[in-house]
């Protein structure tokens, strides 16, 4: 079956620290795969996007992620987190073959301390 | 360029009225979603428009839930007999031709059903 899975409910982090979130997808096949930002009381924020090519690629406010085939996975990460990044933040796949829906993962919620 | 706007953003029903949900998607988008999430998770579709052409309901829970976009622009997302668990934060997605996926999210209106 078709499933995302983000397995940290929730990360805190420092200030000043990198980041880490992690997402893995089950598909037989290389998906479509997005990384979402949502703060309180706001929609969803595309921050980057994977269709095809180089494996790791850039977003927006210093985000990148990495798509690893092997491991079926897509993870974000930022060298050096701001108070400003704390938000919920989904994993989103899109599964080539059939709907032209997304599947979203069950989010990570971020917290910084200063 | 505007993006995705919806109203209203907040909505409180009393169990078993009706509410109508309004989508305006971002200009020239021709494709539309509906998703819904609950407190605490990820977002689920509900349905998917290409123009004014429903092409997929499979995720709308019950026959209460029902959606039209009649000039392929506007969409509305009409629930009929609101129960209490229909509450939940209701997003709307616009895409534009050459990618489906892509998909830019409004704010959301957040439903309770009391």
């Known amino acids: 079956a078709q499933s995302v899975t983000q397995p940290d409910i929730h990360i805190t982090v420092s200030e000043g620290a990198s980041l880490e979130l992690r997402c893995n997808y089950s598909y037989g096949a290389t998906p479509y795969l997005f990384w979402y930002v949502q703060s309180p009381g706001q929609g969803l924020q595309l921050l980057l996007k994977y269709f095809s090519g180089d494996t790791l690629v850039q977003g927006i406010k210093g985000f990148e992620a990495e798509f690893k085939r092997s491991q079926s996975s897509f993870n974000l990460r930022k060298p050096s987190v701001h108070w400003s990044d704390a938000a919920e933040y989904f994993c989103?796949?899109?599964?080539?073959?059939?709907?032209?829906?997304?599947?979203f993962g069950q989010g990570t919620r971020l917290t910084i301390n200063p | 360029g505007a993006g995705v706007s919806q109203s209203p953003r907040y909505k409180v029903a009393k169990r078993g009225q009706d509410v109508a949900l309004r989508c305006d998607p971002i200009?020239?988008?021709?494709?539309l979603f509906w998703y819904q999430q609950a407190l605490g998770q990820g977002p689920e579709f509900l349905t998917y428009?290409?123009?004014?052409?429903?092409?997929?309901k499979s995720g709308l829970p019950s026959d209460r839930f029902f959606a039209e976009r009649p000039e392929g622009s506007v969409s509305t997302l009409k629930i009929q007999r609101t129960q209490q668990e229909d509450s939940a934060v209701y997003l709307c997605a616009s895409s534009g031709r050459d990618s489906t996926y892509e998909q830019y999210f409004g704010p959301g209106t957040r439903l309770t059903v009391t």
């Open positions: 989103a796949v899109g599964f080539i073959q059939g709907a032209q829906k997304l599947v």
């Open positions: 428009f290409q123009n004014e052409a429903q092409l997929d």
């Open positions: 200009s020239g988008h021709v494709s």
